[in-house]
Structure formats: structure tokens, C-alpha cells
């Protein structure tokens, strides 16, 4: 095969390849009263979101007395780091004391093949809608469109009977067929409007050079795939990390994932309440999602951008 | 003091000085065009004409009043950008009475301004549509209703034809010519086509790298170029350059070169105070219509050589023929009629209308004056 | 020259493969997602209680629905909640991108803060707010502790109160998103469109109240449909928050549909209220989608 082709192929195909359009300064106009009201709201709102994890961190690393008696947004007297070790090994869920790690690790063993196996899928259905056409394929993408806005409520019934059919109720594997039927409509979306830039030309070139369908994908269309990808795994992890319905329906034991076992935490009407724990709890369930977004943050946004249709 | 006046104006970001001490002094009723490459400074110019930046020193006085951190709205000025920056939420209408709205005029007032402008422009059956139901030269149309409307003291153009294919461009810029000779308004027009400058202007402003290169007529600008770059960014095919020694020969002073076979030749220069510096090196500027066929050269010329050698190529172009050949080791090209007896790599007697010749410091790139 | 029959297995081949790539995915909407909604569509037909049953009531379902104040309540709470919901939204997202866009220095770190919410799961925003709203020792705690004596803020205990917590804590969360929408929407407009409005006299209010805020209307219309399915489909924050309470003063739709499915046993109500939540979604998205995919180039 022609290796010249390709290289020239990628060569145009790194033309049209979206990239974010440069942002401009605006050219609006403002006095210097204007500027200072500005700062202030934008302090202000600042202050307004990062309050309630503020105090959450805050207060985590209190001894229980300190929380009950005390002020919220009082520094600790006495640091301490006993209700995060409480919250990972040893607090109360359910009727275990095991604290959070055993569900953290659930957590883990169904977010990675689930996000891997349902951005793999996309990235197939995206290249197919995209150099594949064929009558009715807008329909089609339609159809899985439509399926990432459903109120999952509406599917529960069925699901928990099919996964009881199958022998995967209450099981991690389980919750992992159900995120990755479930993000299928989203990760499509993002693989679909990202090839949808690369020109037809390419394939066709391809094509005559020989290659067939499952070539062109793996050499040409999967080595520039790498920012959506990137973006749709962040967004992948994330939504199924923080998942909770699903997790609670379907797999409420010992393999339920971490948001349930934190709710099971929180809520736990046994006992005196240590907040402080709920709180390392929280931040610890809170901690992988939070991380991607504070080191991929601009992939987060391109997600959410996508996500919202408008391409 | 003119109309419109540019001193001693001056603009940096930061540490980053893009326009160099602009002085340029504009008459009312003229058609003052900058023109210069990418980067040159015109448009800031033009921004800072309108308001839109700031002066970093100097000022600009519109009709005698200083309007140095004046907002836009109150300099009594109309722009038209490249974009037509056409408000899309609006019809052409709303569009064009938009300025007037904001300054407060009365809907009666609006509403018989828009009728007169929409008649002159041609555009009144367009008046309840949108922008984006238009094609490219309505919308033009509009952005300049948009502009006349206000009734300014001045008139900016920030390349307004560069978005238009070429042929509307032609059409578009005759149109506005004609518009400009109808009304009488002052303008100020920004491009880089240099046909443009040439075709529209009443005088030019040449800009580089933040620097007015030269200001003057259309003529002044073709024919006696201050320096190289002007010499060689106006006019299309662009101005021959050519490397020479002086050479004096029966008592005047002649440009040296050699063809492309190595044969020396010389040709009379009318440069007075070139005489005397025998073996100076100098750049000769030819344009393409002063190399001619013998029989096209032109007769009133008092100062017409010939030169023999070979010819290059020939580029029949309907109307005359383009033939290059090579002096000095460069490509020179020369424009003849169309039925001018040229042949491909046959020696050819071209008539050189010395005349028209200006000679460069290689060094200074300025011309040296005849 | 291959033979005639290889060439043309080749061929076929090739037009089948996409297709057979797709049938996966597809066969797996079609069933987990339509199949299951149809199989639900069936059940608020049926008698079920505790497991699904196979005897046809007809509309029974849905009349002792519409009759629960339990239902109403839900409904009531979804109207409260989504049009505060979606309004405020709206305005903080706007104001905060205009503000955020008038070249303000420490951009760079304000965005992320706005935005960081959307990282969280429902449960830890819910569990955060919880304690802040908790008037023994939240804000209300804090704020006599400082010496305002009377202040009180007992809203998430309140019956009628408490579906405005709910609101708070949802605007939290959501509301940096939209910001970035109602951005990334002011930074595709062309500057010169700006500029011809300043030169046109147009105050600052005037250039975003009469050109600027028109042009952004695909934005909103973004912001609606999302922000609308989100409420609708509001479980995990209720739950976290206030687990439907104070009593029922928090229930939503979504929760009412778990508790009576799963804790109530009663099946065939859910399953009619879950069909109820997706005619509401259905009515907003699949205009918008087709109007979306018309657009897209062939």
C-alpha cells in the first residue's frame, strides 16, 4: 500500500481537523466602575461555589466534638486525619464496617472496561455514520441520539429482570453492560461529529489504495483520533463514576459502586451521625472525577460543549 | 490644516511600537487610500481613526476637533468592515437605521433617511429582508447605506471588496468611485490590493512595517517611488529591479549590466548627479510598459534606448504580451503589443523608454533623485 | 484480473461491514432502550405489583396515578423546581459569561472554579449542601454563632421550604455549565459587529440587550433542553439532599417512580409514572434532535 497516500492523507486531514477557534478579545467597552462591580460579582459567585466543598474539607479533618459544638467555617483546633481513614476502612455502611475502599475498588472495576469498551464502541459507530453512508443512517443516529436523554427510570424494570435473566444482578458486571449500553448514544455522538470534519475523500483515496474497512479505521482515522478520544473517555468516566441510580438499582450489595456506599454513609439513620466522616467519605468519592477535571479540564469543557448538540 | 488630520500619531502594545510617526493631512472631499502587505499597520490605523484604539502619541483632529479618546459614536465618523458586520437579528432596515436610533433621531426622521439612501443605493426592495437572504454585494450595499446614512464628516473603509469574488470586486469598486464623486464625502479606504489604491484614490498612503512609506497622487506614488518597496508593491507586473554600475561614456553617465549571455550593455541615464561616480552600484527601476516593441515605445519620449538580446518567455495575455528576458542575472519583464513580432530564445531589439527609469541606493533602498 | 464471483464477494463485503460494525450498538439500543420502554409502556397497562404480571387493566394505572397526592405532589415540586431551576440557571449562567468576557484577568482560574461542581457526583453535592442548609449546624449555626441571634434558615426542614433547597443546591451544580455554554456562544461573535454598534452610538446596554443577547439564542435554546431533562430526571440530588422529605415535600417525579416501584410495590403505577417522564422528555428533545440533524450537512 501506498504509505505516500496515506502520509498526504493525513497531511489534508490534519487541515480540517476542529480545533477550537481562537477566542478574541471582545472589543466591548468598560468603565472603570464597571470593572470593579464586575470583579466583585465574579468574587463573589467564586466564593459562592467553592463554599460548600470548602467547608466540607474544612471540616473533615475535625474530631467529631469540634463539629457539634462548633462553628462550620471554623478552622480545626485539633487537625485530624482519623475521619478519613475512618471513611476509607473502617465506618459503618450498611452492615458492614468496612468503610469506603472495598466499594472504591467497585467503583474502579466497573468504571475502566465500562468507559474503554463504550469509547471503542463510539469511535466505531462514529466512523461508520460518518464514511460508511447509507440510506437512513441520520435516522439511526437519531435513534441513539434520542437514548441518551431517556429518563432512566423508565428502563429499570425491564433491566433488573433481563440482568436477573442473564445471572448478572447484583454483580459489577452487570453495572458494567448497563453503562456501556447506556453511554453508547454519547460516546457515538462525539466520534460522529468529530469524523464527520474529516473529508469522504479520505476513505475513497484509501480505498483505491487498497485498504479496506477495518484498515483505513486503524491507520488513518484512529492515530488523529486522540483529542475525542481523550474527551469522550473524561466524559465517560466521569458521568459513570458519579453515577448513582444505576448503581443503587442494580447492584446495591457488596459490589455497589462508591456513590451508593457514600449514600449509604451519609444517610444511615443507626447511631450518632459523625459528620466529620461523611465528609472524608465525600470528598474521598469526589477525589478521581475531581482530579481529571483539574488536570483535563479543557477536555471536560469540549465534552460538555459537544454533549449539548450544537456541533 | 486639512479635514482630516494625522500628526506626529504613534501606537504601541506594550513595548511593541507598531506605527512609527504617521503624518498625513487629508483635504476635505478627498479619497485617501492606505495600502501596504499583512501586518503593515493600516487597519490600526483605521481603528484609531474611528476610535476603536487608542493613540499612544500624537493626536487626530476630524474638521479642526482634536478627537483623541473620543468614543466612536461622537466623532461623527461611518465605517464600512470587511465583514459588512451586518447585525443578523435585524432586517436591512432596522440595519441601516440602527445609528440613528441610538442617537436618538425621531422615527419620522429615520424613517425618510432610510427611503433616500435605499433609493440611491438601489436597494429598496431589500429593506425587509436579513442579512443572511442576501448575496454578497447587496450586503455591501447595505453596510454602505449603514455608513451613509449618518451623514458623517468622515467615511472609513476597512477593506470592504477583499470578501467579494473578483469580478464583483470590479464592479463594487467602480461603484464606489462613482458614489464618491456624486457625494463629494471624505474617505478614508483601507487594502492591500494595490490596484485598488491606484484606481480609487485621490492620494495614497504607502505603509510597511508601521512606517508611511510615501504619501502622494496615484502618479506620484507610480512614477517616482521614494524607495524599493513602494517601487516594487505598486503596479501589476511589478516594477523591474535591476543591479547596475554606473559607467560614464561620452561625458553621461550610463547604466552597466549584462544580458544573459554575458554581453555587456549600456543605457543612457537621464540621473544628472549620477556623473561623476564612475563604478557606483545602483538599482535601476524599469517598469514593464517602458520595455517595449521599437515600434510601441513611446514617441514623446526624449530618451528612448535599445537593447538587443535574447528573449525568454512570451505570455500572449490577449490584450499584450508579456516577454521575459534576463539582465543583471534577474527576470526582466517587458509588455508590447499583442502582435508584436516576438519569438522564444530569439535575439530581440527592445526599446527601453529611459525616461521612465528611476534609480535606487542599493543600500539606503531610497531613490536617487534625476 | 481476479475472478468475477471474488470480486464481487469483496465488494459486498465491504458494503456489509459498516453495517454489521454498527448492528451491535444498535441491536443494543434497540433492545436496553426502546425494547425496554416499550416492555414499560406495557407494564403501566398491567396489574403488576411486586414482579411484573401479564393481566391487562387498561388506563387503571394511570387514573389511580393522577389521583395520588403523592403524584401531585411530585408534579407540583417538578413545576416549582424545573422553572426555577432552568430561569435562575439561565441568568447566573449569562451574567457570569458577559462578566467573565469582558477580558478579565484571572480568567483562567475563575472558569474552572464555576465549573468544578459539574465534576461531582449528585450525592456529594447533596451531601455538602445537606450540612450547610442544616440549621443546627449549618449556615443557620454560623450565623448565630457570629452573634445575628434571629437569623434562621431552616428551609430544608420546612415542608414548604425545603423543594427551594433542592433548587439552590441544582443551581449550584449546573449553573457553571451553562456559564461555559453562554461563552463559548459570546465568543463566536464577530468582533466588527461589536465594533459597527459602538460606532453606531449603541451603549453597552444597548449592544447586549439589542444585538448581543439576540445572537446567543441557539445557546438558550442548548441551556433549555438540557436544563429541562436534568430536572425532569432529578433523582440522585433529591435523594442526597433530602431523601424526598421533609415527608413527601421533595418528592419529584423520579423519586416517586423509584419508591412506588421498588419500596411500594407497586409496579404498575411506576411504570405509568415513568412513562409520564418520558412523554415530558420525548415533547422537548425529539423536536429539538430533528431539528438539529435536518441542519446537518448531508
Known amino acids: 500500500m501506498s504509505t505516500l497516500t496515506q502520509e498526504a492523507q493525513l497531511a489534508r486531514a490534519k487541515g480540517p481537523i476542529p480545533t477550537p477557534a481562537p477566542t478574541q478579545d471582545t472589543a466591548v467597552r468598560t468603565g472603570r466602575v464597571a470593572r470593579t462591580f464586575i470583579y466583585l460579582v465574579l468574587l463573589l459567585f467564586a466564593l459562592f461555589y467553592l463554599l460548600p466543598f470548602g467547608i466540607m474539607v474544612i471540616n473533615s479533618l475535625k474530631p467529631l466534638s469540634e463539629i457539634t459544638g462548633g462553628n462550620m467555617l471554623a478552622l480545626p483546633q485539633d487537625w485530624t486525619i482519623a475521619p478519613w481513614l475512618s471513611a476509607w476502612s473502617t465506618a459503618q455502611i450498611g452492615v458492614e464496617p468496612t468503610g469506603l475502599r472495598p466499594y472504591f475498588l467497585n467503583s474502579i472495576l466497573m468504571v475502566v472496561p465500562a468507559v474503554a469498551i463504550s469509547t471503542m464502541l463510539g469511535a466505531l459507530n462514529g466512523y461508520v455514520l460518518t464514511k460508511w453512508r447509507f440510506r437512513g443512517d441520520t435516522i439511526l443516529f437519531g435513534l441513539m441520539l434520542f437514548a441518551c436523554f431517556i429518563p432512566f427510570q423508565i428502563v429499570l424494570i425491564p433491566m433488573a429482570r433481563m440482568l436477573g435473566l442473564l445471572g448478572l444482578a447484583g454483580t459489577t458486571a452487570g453495572l458494567i453492560l448497563v453503562h456501556v449500553v447506556y453511554g453508547l448514544g454519547f460516546t457515538t455522538l462525539y466520534f460522529r461529529n468529530y469524523y464527520a470534519a474529516f473529508p469522504t475523500e479520505l476513505v475513497r483515496a484509501a480505498m483505491i489504495d487498497g485498504a479496506g474497512f477495518f484498515r483505513i479505521f486503524w491507520r488513518i482515522i484512529l492515530p488523529v483520533s486522540g483529542p475525542i478520544a481523550v474527551v469522550s473517555v473524561i466524559w465517560q468516566f466521569t458521568n459513570i463514576w458519579n453515577d448513582f441510580l444505576f448503581g443503587a438499582s442494580f447492584a446495591a450489595g457488596s459490589s455497589a459502586p462508591m456513590t451508593v456506599a457514600l449514600n449509604n454513609l451519609v444517610n444511615s439513620s443507626t447511631g450518632v451521625k459523625e459528620y466529620n466522616v461523611h465528609f472524608a467519605g465525600a470528598i474521598l468519592a469526589a477525589l478521581p472525577t475531581l482530579i481529571v477535571y483539574v488536570v483535563a479540564g479543557r477536555y471536560f469543557v469540549r465534552g460538555l460543549m459537544a454533549g449539548s448538540v450544537k456541533g | 490644516m486639512g479635514f482630516l488630520d494625522i500628526n506626529h500619531v504613534t501606537k504601541s502594545y506594550g513595548s511593541v511600537q507598531v506605527l512609527h510617526e504617521v503624518d498625513i493631512s487629508v483635504n476635505e472631499g478627498e479619497f485617501l487610500v492606505l495600502v501596504g502587505p499583512s501586518g503593515c499597520g493600516k487597519s490600526t490605523l483605521l481603528n484609531m481613526i474611528a476610535g476603536l484604539e487608542g493613540i499612544t502619541s500624537g493626536d487626530i483632529a476630524i474638521n479642526g476637533r482634536v478627537v483623541n479618546g473620543m468614543h466612536p459614536a461622537r466623532r461623527n465618523i461611518a465605517m464600512v468592515f470587511q465583514s459588512y458586520a451586518l447585525y443578523p437579528n435585524m432586517t436591512v432596515g432596522q440595519n441601516i437605521t440602527f445609528g440613528l436610533e441610538m442617537h436618538g433621531t425621531p422615527r419620522p426622521e429615520r424613517d425618510a433617511a432610510l427611503a433616500r439612501i435605499a433609493k440611491m443605493l438601489q436597494i429598496d426592495h431589500l429593506l425587509d429582508r436579513k442579512p443572511s437572504q442576501l448575496s454578497g454585494g447587496q450586503r455591501q450595499r447595505v453596510a454602505m447605506g449603514r455608513a451613509l446614512v449618518r451623514d458623517p464628516a468622515v467615511f472609513l473603509f476597512d477593506e470592504p471588496l477583499s470578501n467579494l469574488d473578483a469580478k464583483l470586486r470590479v464592479d463594487m469598486r467602480t461603484e464606489i468611485k462613482k458614489l464618491h464623486q456624486r457625494l463629494g464625502r471624505t474617505i478614508v479606504y483601507v487594502t492591500h490590493d494595490q490596484i485598488e489604491a491606484m484606481t480609487l484614490s485621490t492620494r495614497i498612503a504607502v505603509m510597511n512595517k508601521g512606517y508611511v512609506q510615501q504619501f502622494g497622487t496615484p502618479k506620484e506614488i507610480y512614477d517616482t517611488p521614494t524607495n524599493l518597496f513602494v517601487a516594487s508593491f505598486m503596479g501589476s507586473p511589478s516594477m523591474n529591479l535591476l543591479p547596475v554600475r554606473v559607467a560614464m561614456l561620452n561625458g553621461s553617465p550610463h547604466a552597466e549590466l549584462t544580458d544573459g549571455e554575458g554581453v555587456k550593455m549600456h543605457l543612457r541615464l537621464g540621473q544628472a548627479n549620477l556623473a561623476g561616480q564612475e563604478g557606483r552600484e545602483v538599482i535601476l527601476g524599469i517598469r514593464p510598459e517602458a520595455i517595449t516593441d521599437p515600434e510601441g515605445a513611446d514617441r514623446k519620449s526624449g530618451n528612448i534606448q535599445h537593447l538587443r538580446t535574447r528573449v525568454g518567455v512570451t505570455e500572449p495575455a490577449g490584450a499584450d504580451t508579456f516577454v521575459t528576458t534576463t539582465l543583471s542575472g534577474k527576470d526582466v519583464v517587458a509588455r508590447m503589443r499583442a502582435d508584436a513580432a516576438v519569438a522564444p530564445g530569439a535575439p530581440f531589439d527592445f526599446a527601453v523608454n529611459m525616461d521612465k527609469a528611476v534609480v535606487f541606493d542599493p543600500r539606503t533602498e531610497e531613490r536617487i533623485p534625476a | ?298
Not at chain 3, 454560623?142 to 421550604?161: A, H, N, P, Q, V
Not at chain 3, 436544563?227 to 421533595?250: C, E
Not at chain 3, 419508591?259 to 418520558?278: C, D, E, K, P, W
Open chain 3, 1 to 298: 484480473m481476479a475472478t468475477s464471483t471474488e470480486a464481487d464477494f469483496r465488494t459486498r463485503l465491504q458494503d456489509w461491514l459498516p453495517k454489521l460494525v454498527l448492528s451491535p450498538s444498535l441491536a443494543a439500543i434497540l433492545v436496553f432502550v426502546y425494547g425496554f420502554i416499550a416492555y414499560s409502556i406495557y407494564l403501566s397497562f398491567t396489574g403488576s405489583k411486586m414482579l411484573p404480571s401479564t393481566d391487562l387493566v387498561g388506563w387503571d394505572n394511570y387514573r389511580t396515578l393522577w389521583g395520588l397526592s403523592a403524584w401531585q405532589t411530585a408534579l407540583i415540586n417538578l413545576a416549582i423546581f424545573a422553572s426555577l431551576y432552568i430561569v435562575i440557571c439561565t441568568a447566573i449562567g449569562l451574567l457570569l459569561a458577559i462578566f467573565l468576557d469582558q477580558r478579565i484577568r484571572g480568567e483562567g482560574v475563575l472558569r474552572p472554579i464555576y465549573l468544578y461542581p459539574m465534576a461531582l457526583s449528585f450525592i456529594v453535592t447533596g451531601t455538602a449542601w445537606k450540612w450547610f442548609l442544616d440549621p443546627g449546624l449549618g449556615l443557620e449555626n454560623t450565623m448565630r454563632l457570629w452573634g445575628w441571634e434571629s437569623f434562621t434558615f431552616g428551609w430544608i426542614k420546612d415542608r414548604d421550604l425545603a423543594i427551594y433547597t433542592v433548587v439552590i443546591a441544582a443551581v449550584w451544580q449546573t449553573s457553571g455549565f451553562v456559564m461555559a455554554m453562554f461563552l463559548a456562544g459570546l465568543r463566536g461573535i464577530d468582533n466588527e459587529l461589536l465594533k459597527a454598534a459602538q460606532i453606531d452610538g449603541a451603549s453597552n446596554w444597548n449592544l447586549y440587550r439589542r444585538i448581543v443577547i439576540p445572537l446567543l439564542r441557539p445557546a438558550f435554546l442548548s441551556a433549555f433542553v438540557i436544563l429541562s431533562h436534568l430536572a425532569i430526571k432529578s433523582y440522585d440530588l433529591v435523594i442526597a439532599l433530602t431523601g424526598g422529605g421533609p415527608g413527601r415535600a421533595t418528592e419529584l417525579p423520579a423519586t416517586f417512580m423509584y419508591s412506588y416501584t421498588f419500596t411500594r410495590n407497586q409496579m404498575g403505577v411506576g411504570a405509568a409514572s415513568a412513562v409520564i417522564m418520558l412523554m415530558t422528555i420525548a415533547a422537548i428533545m425529539v423536536p429539538y434532535l430533528y431539528a438539529e440533524l435536518k441542519e446537518r450537512p448531508q
